[in-house]
């Protein structure tokens, strides 16, 4: 009991905001989602909601096929450990997933979140470094409003102010300008954003010191920060740079992979090929926590052409109920062509949102890639200056009034539909979307 004599609430949310003990009193200020099937989710009341959150529910909630498949494996082998064992799935996931995200790469390492997924890709980077005589290159850059994890290395190179909770976090790790075209860090065409951020990432490369870097780290997609897509040219620079100076490149695609922002990875569609890729949400879409990272080629011969260890893992790595949920998402996604309709779907949504909302006062920018979709809401459109947390509250509540559950940070109301949304459930979406917005003075 809390000195007020009110019992403390028990559970701790993770990015919540957690309000004293007596907010509780009349009922969680949250809400308790009950059951799910395709797009919807429904609460204790019944209340159904389309959902768009998180951006983990690739194929949608409850889909049969991948309950059956992990129902199967749970009944033949509910837990195989990876560590110098295997199990009929592990290497044949691995090959899809090299097949799938370009072809270029020759491992994949398994572990439980995002998170790991970026601190595992770190881990490789270092220890390739040490591995090619060159154990100086420590360091990382990646950008502002990146967003890589919450683990100790990957919380150290994601840059939205989450480090500042905790003190200090892994040493030189650097942040580059980000060129987000909305709130560019210089005024100015989109090609001068561009040049102006490879300039600073490379000025930034030089005060780090370019024989000490490690790698730079990417998010094609911005995600936490608002789902801000970085320019194909910009992507195109930083590639160039980290081959100019003999820096790995390492692409978080953990929010964008396997179909989320309308292709198997955003890297292909932009015609690069990172020494590292991750890949999270889209890969067991909610069922199961199951990631993978992705080594290149060539880091493979350094590090394990002659044979070698990895001593990085978690209990979990691989888990065979969590492949044969994976398995099952991605034999939906490649069978019903999902990543293509992805992108059809997403580009419909997001001309739409921008025909129907681009003039509203409080809407300054409507952006997107494939189901990922996002808007930014302004006191003022000429001043940029951002709406306050009534506002976010205020609007977060129509839309659940409206039936949609998204996900509203910093004046940034994000949409991660599932990609098999229908094309009524898609105009059902838009149509609350615009109506909760309309209702907005």
């Known amino acids: 009991m809390t000195e007020e004599g009110t019992k403390p609430y028990p559970v701790l949310h993770p990015f919540t905001y957690m309000p004293e003990p007596s907010a509780f009193d009349s009922g969680s200020p949250y809400i308790r989602l009950c059951r799910a099937q395709g797009s919807w989710a429904y609460d204790e009341q019944n209340r159904a909601y389309l959902y768009a959150t998180t951006g983990a529910t690739s194929v949608g909630l409850g889909h049969p096929r991948v309950l059956e498949a992990i129902a199967k494996q749970y ?12 199990h009929p799935l592990a290497v044949p996931l691995a090959e899809r997933l090299i097949r799938l995200c370009g072809g270029h790469y020759a491992k994949a390492f398994y572990s439980a979140d995002g998170s790991g997924a970026v601190e595992s890709a770190m881990r490789l980077a270092r220890q390739y470094w040490i591995a090619a005589g060159q154990p100086k290159r420590t360091k990382f850059v990646s950008l502002e409003g990146g967003y890589h994890g919450t683990t100790f290395g990957s919380g150290s190179v994601t840059h939205l102010g989450i480090r500042e909770m905790f003190g200090p976090g892994l040493a030189e790790c650097y942040n580059a300008a980000t060129p987000n075209l909305y709130r560019p860090p210089v005024e100015g065409k989109p090609e001068w954003i561009v040049s102006f951020c490879l300039d600073h990432l490379e000025e930034t490369i030089f005060e780090a ?46 929010g964008t992979g396997l179909g989320r922002a309308g292709h198997w990875t955003v890297s292909q569609h932009f015609g690069i090929q990172p020494d590292l ?41 691989g888990h065979p109920v969590g492949c044969a949920a994976a398995m099952a998402v991605l034999d939906i996604l490649e069978e019903e062509g999902l990543v293509e309709r992805s992108r059809q779907e997403g580009d419909a949504m ?54 949609v559950l998204g996900s509203f940070l910093s004046g940034v109301l994000t949409l991660y539909p599932p990609l098999t949304l229908g094309q009524d459930e898609a105009r059902q979406l838009t149509n609350a979307v615009i109506y909760a917005v309309s209702k907005l003075s």
């Open 75 to 86: 009944a033949a082998l509910s837990f195989a450990s990876t560590c110098a064992q295997s």
């Open 209 to 254: 010191g370019p024989d000490e870097v490690a790698a730079v780290l990417l998010e094609p997609v911005q995600g936490v920060n608002g789902i801000v897509p970085l320019p194909r040219e910009y992507v195109a620079g930083v590639r160039e740079l980290t081959r100019k100076y003999g820096i790995l490149l390492v692409m978080d695609e953990i």
């Open 277 to 317: 890729l991750t890949v999270s949400k889209g890969l067991t879409g909610g069922y199961f926590p199951l990631t993978a990272t992705l080594l290149s080629a060539e880091m493979d011969r350094l590090l394990f052409g002659r044979g070698g260890f990895f001593l990085h893992g978690v209990t979990l790595s």
């Open 350 to 403: 997001l001309s739409e949102l921008k025909s129907r909302l681009g003039d509203h006062p409080f809407v300054g920018d409507i952006r997107g890639m494939g189901m990922m979709l996002a808007i930014e809401f302004v006191d003022c459109k000429d001043s940029k200056q951002p709406v306050d947390d009534a506002f976010s509250l205020r609007l977060s509540k129509l839309l659940r009034e409206a039936g």
